[in-house]
């Protein structure tokens, strides 16, 4: 079992930056794929970031391509998510994720464990 627990949400203004933190405990990270998901009110769950075992591939959703960018540090267990230019849209609860291999996933069932979310409020 892991279980990952964010931290970091909160509220900013339009324009401004937040960083994401996904800590992990039970087991270590480095053997798992790493996701970040969001969920509005009212919506369905979607896909933000992912990035594999390394750190090495990393993929976006179009809609925070360029402003967001998904890191991990295996040494303290932890996974990242630096927002910047954060737009009233991406107000949201954010999810951590992890994923067994393979790599490459953006579909929620693909992934194994779940933290409870963080909540990110952006005003305009």
């Known amino acids: 079992q892991v279980q990952l627990v964010e931290s970091g949400g909160g509220l900013v203004q339009a324009g401004g930056s937040l960083r994401l933190s996904c800590a992990a405990s039970?087991?270590?990270?480095?053997?798992?794929?790493m996701g970040w998901f969001r969920q509005s009110s009212g919506l369905e769950r979607e896909f933000v970031a992912r990035?594999?075992?390394?750190?090495?591939?990393?993929y976006y959703a179009e809609s925070v391509k360029g402003r967001f960018t998904i890191s991990r540090d295996n040494a303290k267990n932890t996974v990242y998510l630096q927002m910047n230019n954060l737009k009233p849209e991406d107000t949201a609860v954010y999810y951590c994720?992890?994923?067994?291999?393979?790599?490459?996933?953006?579909?929620?069932?693909?992934?194994?464990?779940w933290g409870q979310g963080t909540q990110v409020t952006v005003s305009s």
């Open positions: 039970g087991r270590t990270i480095s053997n798992y794929n």
């Open positions: 994720a992890a994923r067994a291999p393979p790599y490459g996933s953006r579909a929620l069932d693909d992934y194994d464990y």
């Open positions: 990035i594999n075992l390394s750190g090495q591939m990393t």
